[in-house]
């Protein structure tokens, strides 16, 4: 390996890494492949996780409230895997080779539910528990498969991104993969809608969001993996992989924080989108897939973007603890809205997108900078495993709550006397989840042992600042870009 030049060597992220066996070069290259690789899988995420996926489960499989919670709660469930690859990587001491082996596979796992939706027509009004069932299989193995292959993934970014510009990095990337999930957003409900809910069409989604997934795996063959070497002494057992991250307080108090908090998220989420599609006729609001896509999903990510690098330097500059104190603050309060959310109501919709998706990368920034920055440096991947199978079984409990709970009251609504005509059995699960969220803010998140103690108004009018500064720019910046690129007739 050749000596850094003079240039290189100022280099701030260069110099952090050069070190450790990276050269300069590398790390910026580096940078540029995890960039590119999360427009393609921003993309996928999109697309199986977004509203074709809502819209597959609901219109087309025509799941109940608990069936749809099941099948949502099948790619959580499989987060028990991070435990498996955890312990492969500290055994190891390699993660490149299987996190593109396995997360590959997991990705294109979902040709499967293409199969399924272009071979096994679901005929009308007639529901297939067949359907269901192989759908929810392929979603597990699909996350189980991802699970076990990027077990090590944080770690190889927490060797490879320099800890003073993660959370910059972290804002920007989240702020170009919310572009691409956007426009396959869009892409993806418009064509539902054009081909009126053909199994056809789900198919051709769910191909071409497998082909994504995969490809954005496969941008990270070039960057190279310097291997941890692992004495025959150290290399951990499961029974380790699972005991050793609860005996450190600063683990606890995250996974205390993240059970409640992530209850209580899914317990809401994915009913939100079937409330919004059920018929007025069942006291739903009758949206079709593209106004759902549109409100409840492109406004929010079209507001992340705008700021989801500003959150990355406010994570930087008060760390990351204020900066989820900040954001989960107005997650907790926004459902608010939903809890007496009617079709008088639903102009309300567009805004509440629009604020949710300004405050929640709060929430997503933290999270992603915990996992690379956040936990001890010793058994890094055995305590993000561990975290990950916290977050990932409180999703699980939390999507199958929701469904037996709405399930619950579409039961047992009606013996509740004098109730307003337009109350849904989803509006007592809309404010069970948000009352649970409050106590999450309250009384578990002061508890958690992250940097930062800056007060919540510094915060935020720190950003607000920041934010009128920075969106001009962006606007002068791209109005100046297209004049350059202008002919001279369209700049006459």
């Known amino acids: 390996m050749g000596q850094p030049t003079q240039h290189e060597q100022q280099s701030e992220p260069a110099a952090a890494h050069y070190k450790k066996g990276y050269s300069p070069r590398e790390v910026r290259s580096a940078l540029w492949y995890i960039m590119v690789a999360w427009l393609f899988g921003a993309s996928f995420c999109s697309i199986t996780g977004g509203a074709p996926l809502y819209s597959f489960l609901k219109n087309y499989l025509q799941t109940d409230d608990f069936s749809f919670g099941l099948v949502m709660a099948a790619g959580p469930v499989a987060v028990l895997f991070f435990l498996l690859g955890s312990l492969v990587v500290e055994r190891t001491g390699c993660i490149k080779r299987h996190f593109l082996l396995f997360v590959t596979a997991g990705r294109l796992a979902w040709l499967g539910v293409a199969a399924i939706a272009l071979w096994l027509p679901v005929k009308a009004h007639a529901p297939s528990h067949l359907q269901v069932l192989l759908v929810g299989l392929i979603v597990f193995a699909s996350a189980g498969l991802m699970n076990f292959g990027g077990a090590g993934w944080p770690t190889w970014m927490s060797e490879v991104i320099p800890t003073s510009v993660a959370g910059k990095f972290f804002g920007v990337r989240y702020q170009t993969g919310l572009i691409s999930m956007v426009l396959a957003g869009i892409a993806a409900s418009a064509l539902v809608d054009r081909f009126q809910n053909a199994g056809w069409i789900y198919a051709v989604l769910f191909g071409v969001g497998g082909l994504l997934g995969a490809t954005d795996i496969l941008l990270f063959i070039p960057i ?79 507001s992340m973007a705008l700021v989801g690098s500003l959150w990355g330097r406010a994570i930087d500059k008060f760390g990351p603890k204020p900066a989820l104190a900040l954001s989960s603050l107005f997650a907790a309060v926004l459902p608010l809205i939903w809890v007496i959310m009617q079709p008088s109501l639903t102009w309300l919709i567009l805004p509440l997108s629009a604020i949710g998706g300004l405050t929640w990368p709060g929430i997503d920034q933290t999270m992603l900078y915990i996992q690379v920055k956040g936990l001890p440096t010793e058994r890094h991947s055995t305590y993000n495993a561990t975290f990950l199978a916290v977050n990932g079984l409180a999703t699980v409990a939390g999507t199958a709550i929701g469904g037996w709970y709405a399930q619950f009251w579409q039961a047992h609504l009606h013996v509740i006397p004098h109730l307003p005509v337009w109350v849904s059995h989803y509006h007592p699960v809309f404010l069970t989840s948000m009352l649970l969220r409050l106590a999450a803010f309250f009384l578990l998140l002061p508890r958690m042992q992250l940097a930062g103690n800056a007060r919540l108004h510094t915060v935020a009018w720190d950003m607000l600042v920041e934010s009128c500064a920075f969106l001009p720019r962006v606007w002068i910046t791209a109005r100046r870009r297209a004049r350059a690129a202008a002919t001279p007739a369209e700049k006459s």
């Open 224 to 302: 190279r993996e310097i291997p941890r070497p692992v004495a025959p002494s150290e290399q951990p057992t499961l029974r380790d992989i699972l005991v050793i991250p609860w005996k450190s307080a600063l683990f606890r108090s995250f996974a205390a924080y993240t059970t409640v908090a992530w209850i209580s998220y899914m317990m809401m989420s994915p009913f939100v989108s079937r409330y919004c599609l059920e018929s007025p006729e069942k006291h739903g609001l009758g949206m079709s897939v593209s106004t759902m896509n549109l409100l409840l999903f492109i406004t929010p990510w079209v």
